[in-house]
């Protein structure tokens, strides 16, 4: 009985997941990331100063506005039956490659843009990790460029996020 409901459960979760289109996945994993350093942040010990101070308000923020988003959108706009589930299942064994590949449209936004922007949130979230990190002396206008950089680049994969619904 519990694995039928870690099945459905894995399922379901599956399901909500391909709701999601691609701007989203990516903020979930840039959230992902931004999360975990966050958490290493609070814990790592490092003498406080301006620079650490602002790159933890960077961090913070950030996640407070991915998660805000993704905890917000209405992910399940219908309850989903086991019945129905099995169903889609069986649908999709029984269709051609050609009508699969029409399922997982990519044409929700444009795709180099998305990967630019996953690209810099990623580049900006270790520069900024390592500058806090190996504590280097570094010009606070380079931190508010990171962070300018950061913010644009998560602005944009929030603007371009959207729930099939």
Not at 54 to 81: M, P
Not at 101 to 121: R, V
Not at 151 to 164: A, M, N, P, V
């Amino acid at each position: 009985m519990k694995n039928n409901r870690f099945r459905v459960l894995k399922k379901e979760i599956m399901s909500d997941w391909d709701k999601l289109n691609i701007a989203a996945k990516i903020l979930v994993i840039a959230g992902a990331l931004i999360f975990m350093t966050s958490i290493f942040i609070a814990f790592y010990d490092v003498p406080s100063n301006q620079i650490t101070r602002d790159i933890e308000v960077i961090f913070r923020s950030s996640v407070a506005s991915i998660f805000g988003f993704v905890l917000s959108s209405n992910l399940k706009n219908s309850k989903v039956s086991q019945k129905n589930i099995e169903k889609y299942e069986k649908a999709l064994e029984h269709e051609s490659c050609d009508k699969i590949s029409e399922k997982y449209n990519y044409c929700d936004g444009n795709s180099i843009q998305l990967l630019i922007a996953f690209f810099i949130c990623m580049v900006t979230i270790i520069s900024t990790g390592s500058v806090y990190v190996f504590k280097i002396d570094i010009d606070p206008a380079t931190i508010s460029q990171l962070r300018d950089l950061m913010c644009t680049s998560i602005g944009f994969l929030l603007g371009e996020s959207d729930i099939r619904k």
